[in-house]
């Protein structure tokens, strides 16, 4: 077989650059309609020119509205004119998402060789703080640490987390630490203590969303040098940013919604991009991957799975494997599948939890044993919608529902089970019956 790579070498007519600059990761270096935010951190961060700590930053903003970008060029641009004089630690609480993780990284970029680096794990939280301490202090530098989404932090380890690292503010005599804050939760501070509050003591600024006409600039900026003149027809810059703004002013949505439109023209060997190829990368961007995932299993895990959830729309609290089972069968009988076995369906339940699409845990039910709890994942609504796609599955109507008393330990649950059962019944009963009888 001809290495099929060797087709699509060469350089795309299309492109006169490279792509990457519409990565996410890339930080241009102008930022249309940012200029008044920029230039509010730059006031502050720009007492660092006269050797005075600036205020403490808190930065919000919608996803997309480009506030983790600027924040950045500018801490760049403070390093190029204040040079060893500052320190700049960037931090992602999503990944470093606990105090000793984000100590140890400020404490870490004072490093000269991975030699000096703490370790990840296993040393106390008051030695980690001194060192960084010791650090700050003796290189007597300015260290301002950028902790995006900073919401993250306080929502998992609450403000004691927050107050450990801004601490570090008031605890340094030879250098000086200032924290910047970026949060698309305008709330998040409510959650905060006094004192907490009282040592953030910051400055807030507030990056609005983009309008349509702002993102169609923005699109036209990040183009320059990287696709020929004329290469993509307005319509499709326009197309991109309306549907950016229909995000709220997702600047980074459009953006590489733009990118991906190139792609799609690239592939197809076009000549330009067109509305045509924004909607197809459209697609491609927001694709459904739940509904992906249901549509594609096979016939049997699709049965699982709606076993799982008719079971779990009638009573969400108590759904373990033996009355999936029996629903499953259930099923089976109403649409003509011929059933497998309980094993077999315990395999498959453990596949549809390695693909994400149900979850399981093994609950203690007392003198009754141990059984296995199932959870199906995201929206039941909307699994079942994506399951009865299926020209095979489409003439289900809901199978009959089982319960199993004996995993009920409460007594009053399981009278207020075989209560609802005897509903259950009665209606079934009346609804068999002709209306002449």
Do not use: W
């Not at 992602?92 to 004072?110: G, H, K, R, T």
């Not at 950028?146 to 030879?174: C, F, M, P, Q, W």
């Not at 961007?285 to 249901?294: C, G, I, R, S």
């Amino acid at each position: 077989m001809p290495n099929p790579f060797f087709e699509v070498s060469g350089k795309s007519e299309l492109l006169t650059g490279d792509l990457a600059s519409l990565g996410g990761s890339f930080i241009p270096e102008n930022f249309p309609h940012r200029e008044v935010q920029i230039e509010k951190i730059v006031s502050i961060l720009g007492s660092i020119m006269r050797d005075t700590r600036p205020s403490n930053i808190i930065i919000y903003g919608k996803t997309g509205s480009g506030k983790t970008s600027a924040t950045r060029y500018v801490s760049r641009m403070l390093s190029e004119a204040a040079g060893s004089k500052v320190k700049v630690v960037y931090v992602n609480c999503q990944i470093f998402d606990s105090p000793y993780s984000i100590l140890v990284e400020m404490a870490n970029s004072f490093s000269r060789s991975t030699d000096e680096n703490i370790p990840e794990l296993g040393l106390p939280l008051d030695r980690i703080y001194n060192e960084l301490m010791s650090r700050v202090n003796s290189f007597n530098r300015f260290l301002i640490v950028i902790l995006d989404e900073i919401d993250k932090l306080v929502l998992k380890n609450g403000g004691d987390a927050l107050y450990s690292i801004l601490k570090t503010t008031d605890d340094t005599y030879g250098g000086k630490t200032s924290i910047i804050g970026i949060t698309n939760d305008t709330g998040f501070q409510e959650s905060l203590d006094a004192r907490v509050k009282s040592r953030l003591n910051q400055e807030s600024i507030l990056f609005t969303p983009y309008n349509a006409s702002e993102l169609k600039d923005i699109l036209n900026y990040r183009i320059k040098g990287v696709v020929r003149d004329g290469a993509i027809e307005d319509s499709a810059i326009n197309l991109c940013a309306a549907i950016g703004a229909q995000e709220h002013g997702d600047a980074r949505k459009a953006i590489d919604l733009l990118r991906i439109s190139i792609e799609v023209a690239i592939r197809g060997k076009k000549g330009k991009v067109t509305d045509a190829e924004v909607y197809s990368a459209r697609d491609k961007f927001e694709m459904d991957v739940l509904k992906e995932a249901v549509t594609t299993l096979p016939m049997q895990s699709k049965l699982v799975l709606l076993s799982a959830v008719v079971t779990q729309e009638i009573d969400s609290s108590l759904m373990v494997t033996g009355e999936l089972y029996e629903n499953y069968r259930s099923i089976c009988t109403e649409l003509g599948f011929q059933a497998l076995t309980p094993r077999r369906i315990s395999d498959i339940i453990s596949e549809l939890e390695d693909f994400g699409l149900i979850s399981s845990s093994v609950k203690s039910m007392g003198r009754y044993g141990r059984t296995r709890i199932i959870q199906v994942m995201g929206s039941l609504e909307s699994v079942r919608k994506y399951l009865l796609e299926d020209e095979d599955l489409s003439m289900f109507r809901g199978g009959k529902i089982t319960r199993q008393y004996r995993f009920v330990t409460d007594p009053k649950d399981q009278q207020k089970a075989r209560s609802e059962d005897l509903m259950q019944k009665l209606d079934d009963l009346r609804e068999s019956v002709p209306d002449d009888h």
